[in-house]
């Protein structure tokens, strides 16, 4: 049987009622509180408050504060007046029963309200946002078209003007190659009339283009044989990344090439299990483009849907991690932000000069993760390692610097106390 509080006081003013219940030593999260308008209820084990009181108060606007080793019950009156009492006078056991059975249905009726209402407004919000992605979809899909439609428009219009400009150019030449032709055919016409010369070919010519016409020919006895044609085969060494063979590191250069093949590979073999999406859905690397759309238009939880699917699409694409990591960063899923950057620096092994920056942004998206958390030694692990890949960033610099102050504060802080 609980042991009742008796040592409470209680204040009041014309329009509020207050109520101090000592806890007795009792944490805080283990007090129960229950308040309706005609009866309060304070609970901590083995320790019971009840008050059945005098008037009614107005429940919605009463509140209850848990603390410093006290319970302190404000109620709002329904009536600006001045309480005798604080409770009713009575002793009878029965009324008090059905006074505390009226007010716990009225406060199982309350929180059945309010979870409901929670509920009611989940769903809206969800509602809303499914709304409002589909809207921005279907806008971009309409502006998409309405790009195609007008680069069809303007090519089309370009390749009519150059076929025009084409036919107007041919009729010009026909027409100035019909006019040589006459001028060419009534010189030879004049000419020949005039000298009466015959050809090696049976015109008549003039008699000074006979000699250029056996010079001519002389000429052309004089040319050499046309060259035969042939190949000639060049080899290159094929070299994939910028640093010369011999500065470079062959075996892990070739395992990450491995790594991006078999990334490659996985695209076809996975996209054959989600044949139910559309064939834009299908394509990791538009799914990525979408994804970085919406990153740099402030929807986070649109790119993060994007870069889950292209993650189902295709596993062994470290890009698709650190930029999911990047969105839960702003969203602060800083565990999810931790874990996704990790992956994304598994995948990113071996370290290539192909990878460098890559690296670099997964090691500082980890590392903010982890100041945030407020691990400094970690985060300071990951911009140090960032660092060593890209040692003349001012800004890594910095942060690096910054990161070491709040840890050495700290750790100031802590001999001080």
């Not at 009156?77 to 059975?101: F, P």
């Not at 929670?118 to 921005?136: F, I, V």
């Not at 295709?314 to 996704?340: F, G, M, Q, V």
Request: proline residues 4%; aromatic residues 6%; contains cysteine.
């Amino acid at each position: 049987m609980p042991l009742l509080v008796t040592d409470y006081s209680w204040t009041q003013t014309d329009t509020t009622v207050y109520i101090h219940v000592p806890l007795k030593g009792a944490r805080a999260g283990a007090v129960d509180v229950l308040s309706t308008d005609e009866y309060i209820k304070v609970h901590y084990p083995p320790y019971l408050f009840e008050a059945f009181l005098l008037e009614p108060v107005d429940d919605e606007r009463s509140s209850a504060k848990v603390g410093n080793g006290v319970a302190v019950v404000s109620l709002t009156k329904r009536s600006n007046n001045v309480w005798k009492h604080l409770m009713i006078t009575t002793s009878d056991k029965d009324k008090k029963k059905e006074i505390r059975e009226r007010a716990l249905l009225k406060y199982q009726e309350k929180l059945s309200s309010e979870s409901r209402s929670k509920a009611e407004k989940r769903q809206a919000e969800k509602k809303y946002a499914l709304e409002t992605m589909m809207k921005l979809e279907q806008e971009e899909r309409e502006n998409i078209q309405r790009t195609k439609d007008a680069e069809r428009e303007r090519t089309t219009a370009e390749l009519e003007a150059w076929q025009l400009r084409q036919k107007q150019k041919a009729e010009e030449e026909d027409e100035v190659r019909l006019r040589r032709r006459k001028d060419n055919q009534s010189k030879i016409k004049v000419v020949t009339e005039k000298r009466g010369n015959v050809g090696s070919d049976g015109t008549n010519v003039p008699r000074d283009q006979r000699g250029s016409e056996a010079n001519s020919k002389k000429n052309q006895a004089d040319l050499p044989a046309p060259r035969r044609t042939g190949n000639i085969p060049v080899t290159f060494t094929p070299r994939v990344f910028p640093t010369a063979l011999r500065e470079s590191r062959v075996p892990e250069e070739e395992e990450w090439l491995r790594k991006q093949a078999e990334a490659r590979r996985a695209v076809n073999a996975d996209v054959d299990e989600l044949e139910d999406l559309k064939e834009e859905d299908r394509n990791p690397d538009w799914l990525k483009g979408k994804g970085d759309k919406c990153f740099a238009a402030g929807d986070f939880l649109s790119a993060v849907n994007a870069y889950n699917l292209a993650i189902r699409l295709n596993r062994r694409t470290p890009a698709l991690y650190s930029n999911r990591a990047a969105c839960h960063l702003k969203l602060r899923n800083l565990h999810k932000a931790i874990e996704d950057s990790s992956q994304a620096l598994d995948l990113l092994t071996p370290p290539v000069a192909a990878n460098a920056a890559a690296r670099a942004r997964a090691h500082v998206r980890r590392g903010s993760a982890f100041c945030q958390l407020q691990l400094y030694a970690e985060g300071l692990q990951d911009y140090q390692a960032a660092l060593k890949i890209e040692p003349h960033d001012a800004a890594l610099q910095e942060d690096e610097r910054t990161i070491r102050s709040v840890i050495q504060g700290t750790a100031a802080d802590a001999e001080t106390q």
